[in-house]
């Protein structure tokens, strides 16, 4: 079982729709978690941290952090073509290292 | 406030060499971490270095080693290339080490072994 797991994709959305993405994890003692969009080309962009139970709003991105299901997700509202990325979860084990999971790629459509 | 800047952004290089990879963290930052991104494989932890020590090791060969200096920039070094080290090499920058910390990327350095 992977460390991080996060489904591949892509997945494609309609522009104005919402976004849902997705990741679980297998160390039940990481307490801090990440989301990093990651364009083609590119290099990783933090764009959300989480390390609570709950939700976490930022702008139109919302984290939701379940550790008793070991759940992280991301929401994007209102998605727009230039939020077309590869999206990377990322959890910080124990020991401090953050793992990631292989990202997924969505795809929003004008 | 300038970014995480790697160098150089690109090298190539012949199986067997070895190769130095530079990376200057954020002002003020004193954590390091060096990731190796490939297709297959995705992002794999390398290492990383807080205050001139390695906190922490990933899985790869002892081929793949880094420091780190006293004004907190890093360098990593793969000896003995192989066509599959060919990768992208970020490097991270994170103001301390442990858990509530966030980690910023620098552009990469995209290495190819011919």
């Known amino acids: 079982q992977k460390e991080v797991e996060q489904n591949s994709g892509p997945l494609s959305v309609p522009e104005g729709a919402i976004a849902s993405l997705n990741c679980t994890y297998s160390?039940?003692?990481?307490?801090?978690f990440f989301w990093y969009r990651q364009y083609s080309g590119k290099s990783p962009e933090l764009i959300m941290f989480?390390?609570?139970?709950g939700d976490k709003e930022d702008g139109r991105f919302t984290a939701q952090l379940n550790k008793a299901s070991q759940y992280v997700s991301l929401l994007i509202r209102d998605s727009q073509p230039s939020d077309s990325a590869t999206y990377l979860c990322?959890?910080?084990?124990?020991?401090?290292?953050?793992?990631f999971g292989q990202g997924t790629e969505l795809s929003v459509k004008p | 406030k300038a970014g995480v800047t790697q160098t150089p952004r690109y090298l190539i290089k012949t199986r067997g060499q070895q190769v130095t990879l530079s990376c200057s963290p954020i002002?003020?930052?004193?954590?390091v971490s060096w990731y190796q991104q490939t297709p297959g494989q995705g992002l794999q932890f390398l290492f990383e270095?807080?205050?001139?020590?390695?906190?922490n090791k990933g899985n790869f060969p002892g081929r793949f080693s880094g420091r780190q200096f006293s004004n907190s920039r890093s360098e990593m070094n793969v000896s003995t290339l192989e066509l599959g080290d060919s990768a992208l090499y970020l490097c991270?920058?994170?103001?301390?080490?442990?858990?509530?910390?966030?980690?910023?990327f620098g552009q990469g350095t995209r290495l190819t072994v011919v």
């Open positions: 991270a920058s994170s103001l301390f080490t442990g858990r509530d910390t966030e980690a910023f």
């Open positions: 160390d039940r003692g990481s307490q801090s």
């Open positions: 989480i390390y609570s139970n």
């Open positions: 990322a959890v910080k084990d124990q020991g401090g290292k953050l793992i």
């Open positions: 002002s003020g930052h004193r954590s």
């Open positions: 270095y807080f205050s001139e020590t390695q906190r």
